[in-house]
């Protein structure tokens, strides 16, 4: 069985535990408190050097981090993956924007703001994140203005990465007002089949 | 022919360009002047909402963004892809790493410094940034002390993905005086059949 080291608020956590779901793979869910740096510990390290939440314990021990790396690796052989060559690049070019230009605004300003309690402390930052986060729903509504998924026709690993923290972006203070086609498109990808819903647990 | 878009002392630029040449397919290659803001024209804008280099366009005029997406598309088939799903999962696992961890700290720095001439307006920043930087090379040289590559015996994308940024950190400040792996592993690198050394151009 595979065992899932996860914080249950956190978007990045709940797109392996919903692909092992989708999937039809059994896991054992351990959480890890990372306001209490519980993912700092020596013993947490020896898991994960890197430190980080989800970390995917393979049925034989074996380790995995990369909340993305998961997707790809539990995917495998599933219509979550297109089997066209071109579709399938596009589908890694969504899931790098998402930990490059999406996750790191979109996500780090719902965590200060909702999680730990640093709206005053981080005020700035989160004034220069945040209209980074924009330029990210930007690129996503011109996406899915042509079409249903980001992706084509159907859903892929890349409307789940992008649906963990687009769906709480507003926990983070931002306004999808203006973003009709993604609203449609987070709709719609609760519709999925095998979509749990966030969090996962708790 | 593919056609990239570029910014020639840009790591991310020299990861398509590398791959292409080690692929044997010949390419065009278009510089733009990121300082110039040439990659936020209207017209460029219509290539990549996202409004960043590299850009691929592959020879039927289909564009690709995110320079590991553009490693994996043109890596299929080849040896730079492991076989064995765990040793694949784990190159996927490096190259979130990079594009996460490793890259905002240590490619951003060099920006700064080197290219940008911002290392007195962005100083304290360079500092906090600076110190993800160095936990990033922690995380490579405990990796690179247990084997010669970063996925096993051989190389992979991940080794082109982290070598790009890597090699030339010390141009963003950083030493590399306290990874010897990390130093025997950069020159083992430039020993892969296929490798050429960046930038490409210029």
């Not at 052989?77 to 070019?93: F, N, T």
């Not at 330029?135 to 079409?147: F, K």
């Not at 980001?150 to 990465?161: C, Q």
Request: aromatic letters at 12%.
């Amino acid at each position: 069985m595979h065992t899932l080291y996860g914080n249950a608020p956190s978007g990045n956590c709940w797109k392996p535990a919903m692909m092992l779901h989708a999937r039809g793979l059994p896991f054992r869910w351990i959480e890890v408190d990372i306001l209490k740096g519980e993912s700092r510990t020596p013993g947490f390290l020896a898991l994960n050097p890197n430190g980080r939440v989800p970390l995917l314990q393979l049925p034989d021990g074996r380790t995995l981090a990369e909340s993305n790396a998961m997707l790809l690796h539990l995917g495998e052989g599933s219509a979550w993956i297109p089997s066209d060559a071109y579709l399938r690049a596009k589908m890694y070019e969504w899931l790098f924007f998402e930990q490059y230009s999406h996750e790191p605004y979109i996500a780090t300003v719902r965590f200060w703001v909702k999680h730990a309690g640093k709206a005053e402390e981080k005020k700035q930052e989160i004034v220069e994140r945040t209209a980074r986060g924009y330029a990210a729903l930007g690129v996503m509504e011109r996406a899915l203005g042509a079409s249903p998924f980001l992706v084509g026709e159907r859903p892929t690993l890349a409307d789940i990465a992008l649906y963990a923290y687009t769906h709480v972006a507003p926990e983070g203070g931002f306004s999808l007002d203006d973003y009709p086609a993604v609203r449609r498109w987070l709709d719609r990808v609760t519709s999925v089949q095998g979509f749990v819903p966030m969090p996962f647990f708790g």
